[in-house]
């Protein structure tokens, strides 16, 4: 394990050790430059990043939880993704800024660490945690209960230990080997939603469903601020998957702006798809009133409108769609950051040492993807005991990150105006601000079990950070200004 270097008289970097050289000519600073050493291998374009962003997120993703949001928000499914994705720009935004200063693997623990103060770092990389290390075990889950009702001969178990294998062999191979099967899937799941958008398009016209209106984006008769950011705060699900790009930023080969360009391209299209597929899906449901008032327990409800649409194929291949897209494509992606996240944070001292260990020749941190591949498995299998067990990972998912982006936007404020007294007021001041006022507004409207469950685990990770600090286990990390 590389440990952080604790001087502050920096020797001239070289090319390599100052990281990717943008169009401009002047390199960006390399993690070297920050006291670490590169140990990761910067293989990643920026059509990469946007790939593994969009497959994170899962262009079809509102066709697992469609019945879920749909309820929530009155029927006005696509408002609440409009209102999310409105919600995560502002996020994609601040990330953006904090990305081009910290070049590093870590997310947001690594942006809060250094632009307000180490242990607040601490603080949102736990909270994070509840997303990113949660999410794959959610996933697994979700696709091996849908799997499991397409063919109910195999036990949900088997499909779990079959999705984590494949997967943790898949990011074991390297970081450009899973880039490559994230291209394939993406294509395969933008053919499935492309034949559903255009059978529902030509289903609307032939007077199925409930013909075009725009009750999926406004109802006079339900709509309420409450209603609609409580929706928000289920459908954000759909949309976490866009700040993983950051975890990969030691692995991006070209200028640090590239994260947040990425980032942001891939909210924006991903969000696009997000309104429309629910628009159309929410114009096929049959009866609309029945979903709002009794809920889709079963979780079938997008593909009830899919089989409205264009019969029972289209119902079969949209839900196999969405359990290879949960269980692999997704999972897969959300394994490999989240062993980044737990590589940045073991690198600090902040988790046990040996998660810090880099593969010799395929430079990928293996002990962290061994781990997440453990922890998913055991978590998939107990919460699929549980009758709760998808609705209470999926809550605790979401508190989690969107705790975290609270920090975010703060250590934007605290890093530009107060560290480098920034004049740039919208970007560091105005833009983080509103992002954080609309996901405060979300989380105060959020499912109170999460709320909950997400202050316990606060409450935890407050506990760890002052075992760390009395125990002296705090990273001496090397300020920008020194630089």
């Known amino acids: 394990m590389s440990e952080p270097r604790t001087t502050h008289d920096p020797a001239p970097l070289s090319g390599a050790a100052r990281g990717p050289v943008p169009a401009t000519g002047e390199p960006d600073p390399g993690v070297e430059a920050f006291g670490y050493k590169q140990e990761l291998k910067r293989s990643l374009s920026f059509t990469d990043l946007l790939v593994y962003g969009l497959v994170f997120m899962v262009p079809i993703a509102p066709f697992g939880i469609f019945g879920g949001v749909f309820q929530a928000s009155g029927g006005m499914v696509a408002l609440a993704y ?29 942006y809060a660490g250094r632009g307000i103060a180490q242990p607040v770092g601490f603080v949102a990389g736990w909270m994070i945690l509840l997303d990113y290390v949660l999410v794959p075990g959610l996933l697994y889950l979700i ?47 933008l053919i ?33 601020l409450e209603l609609v950011f409580g929706a928000v705060s289920v459908a954000v699900l759909s949309f976490l998957g866009f ?43 049959e009866n609309p009133e029945k979903l709002i008032s009794e809920g889709d ?32 494509a997704n999972s897969l992606v959300a394994q490999a950051a989240t062993s980044r996240l737990l590589f940045a944070m073991a690198r600090d001292r902040q988790l046990p040492g040996f998660l810090a260990s880099v593969h010799p020749t395929r430079r990928v941190p293996v002990n962290a993807t061994l781990l997440v591949a453990v922890v998913s498995l055991v978590l998939g299998l107990y919460m699929n005991s549980r009758d709760d067990g998808i609705t209470l990972l999926s809550t605790l998912v979401n508190f989690g990150a969107l705790s975290a982006f609270l920090l975010l936007h703060v250590s934007v404020v605290v890093h530009y105006l107060g560290r480098r007294k920034s004049r740039d007021y919208w970007r560091h001041l105005a833009v983080p601000v509103i992002g954080f006022a609309i996901l405060v507004y979300v989380v105060i409207n959020a499912q109170v079990a999460a709320q909950r469950l997400g202050f316990v685990w606060l409450v935890a990770g407050l506990a760890v950070l002052a075992f760390l600090l009395l125990t002296g286990r705090k990273p001496e990390i090397r300020a920008e200004e020194n630089l």
């Open 297 to 328: 327990a079963a979780g079938t409800a997008f593909y009830d409108a899919a089989e409205v649409a264009g019969g029972h194929w289209l119902s079969v291949l949209t839900a196999v769609a969405t359990a290879i897209a949960w269980g692999f």
């Open 143 to 189: 696709a091996a209960v849908a799997m499991n009702s397409i063919w109910s001969a195999v036990p949900v178990w088997v499909w779990l230990v079959a999705f984590v294998v494949l997967n943790t062999v898949v990011n074991y191979f390297g970081i450009e080997f899973t880039a490559r099967v994230n291209r394939i899937m993406l294509v395969a799941e």
């Open 192 to 224: 499935v939603l492309a034949i559903f958008l255009v059978i529902g398009v030509v289903a609307l016209a032939g007077g199925k469903g409930g013909g075009w209106d725009l009750t999926p984006i406004y109802n006079s008769d339900t709509f309420s």
């Open 243 to 285: 700040d993983g790009i950051s975890t990969l930023a030691e692995e991006n080969r070209d200028a640090a702006r590239s994260i947040g360009k990425s980032m942001i391209a891939a909210l924006a299209l991903a969000g696009t798809l997000f309104i429309v597929q629910t628009w159309i899906a929410a114009l096929l449901v």
């Open 82 to 110: 409009a209102v999310g994705m409105l919600a995560m720009a502002f996020t994609a935004a601040s990330y953006s800024q904090m990305s081009r200063a910290f070049p590093m693997a870590g997310s947001v623990y690594t």
